[in-house]
């Protein structure tokens, strides 16, 4: 894994080093390492239980590693907790709303929490709103939205920050195929705009078709990581899929 450093030598990655954590005295994720660059988006693939919702759940600061190194940009996420959450917005693969707030409430909470300027802050919801069809649903509550409505409105809340890392936790999940597009579309200008993806998901044909690197998770450790042609040579599989690739992986390590 090889690090950016950009202006007066402060690294520009997310880099996860040597990662044992879990829920309790029982470690989840054995010595696991990744990285996540500017302009690039991620793919954290594996099958359920294989550690990636536990491994979001410790780059956001949600749990506190057992041991191993969590730093973005150069801030530790132990040594420097605030500012390094203050880098990162995160859609998680269940929508987390307030009853009480209306769609407006949650855009402002979301910009006053990033401390973002309110006029250049709705200029880019109003495009997001506009993009996912919610521009005329201001008001609502989130009882009067589907489960796809309200992944669009985390989607809104985060895309409208300036985070340098966005996280995704299996985003495609409930979003009709015209969102999903939309999405797909909004990575990829973040991405030209220096930011860092991660992304967990099960879709591995879109994965393969916007993901440019990937880690591959089972029973807790990464089993490979690279791009597709890297991927390929580690499982001396040439010409097959992602899909074809991890599905052989993940039999590989049952039959251990």
Not at 110 to 133: C, E, I, P, S, V
Request: glycine share 8%.
């Amino acid at each position: 894994m090889k690090t950016k450093v950009g202006k007066e030598g402060i690294l520009m990655a997310l880099e996860v080093k040597n990662l044992v954590g879990g829920y309790s005295q029982i470690p989840v994720l054995k010595k696991v390492n990744l990285d996540v660059q500017p302009g690039e988006l991620v793919g954290l693939i594996g099958l359920n239980g294989a550690g990636k919702s536990t491994t979001l759940n410790h780059i956001i600061g949600i749990l506190r590693p057992f041991s191993g190194e969590i730093t973005l940009n150069g801030l530790n996420l132990q040594d420097n907790p605030n500012e390094y959450k203050k880098q990162i917005a995160y859609v998680p693969e269940t929508p987390i709303l307030y009853d009480e707030l209306t769609l407006r409430e949650h855009l402002e909470l979301t910009m006053n929490a990033y401390q973002l300027d309110h006029d250049q802050a709705w200029q880019r919801a109003n495009k997001l709103l506009k993009t996912f069809r919610l521009e005329n649903k201001l008001d609502w509550f989130p009882a009067n939205f589907s489960k796809g409505m309200k992944q669009k409105v985390m989607i809104c809340c985060a895309f409208m920050t300036d985070a340098k890392l966005l996280i995704v936790d299996e985003p495609l999940y409930g979003l009709d195929p015209l969102a999903v597009h939309d999405l797909l579309n909004l990575i990829a200008e973040k991405k030209a705009a220096g930011v860092a993806v991660l992304m967990s998901t099960h879709v591995l044909d879109t994965a393969q078709r916007y993901c440019d690197r990937f880690v591959l998770l089972a029973n807790g450790q990464v089993k490979a990581h690279g791009t597709l042609a890297e991927l390929r040579a580690q499982a001396d599989r040439p010409d097959e899929s992602l899909d074809e690739i991890y599905l052989g992986l993940a039999r590989d390590e049952q039959n251990e």
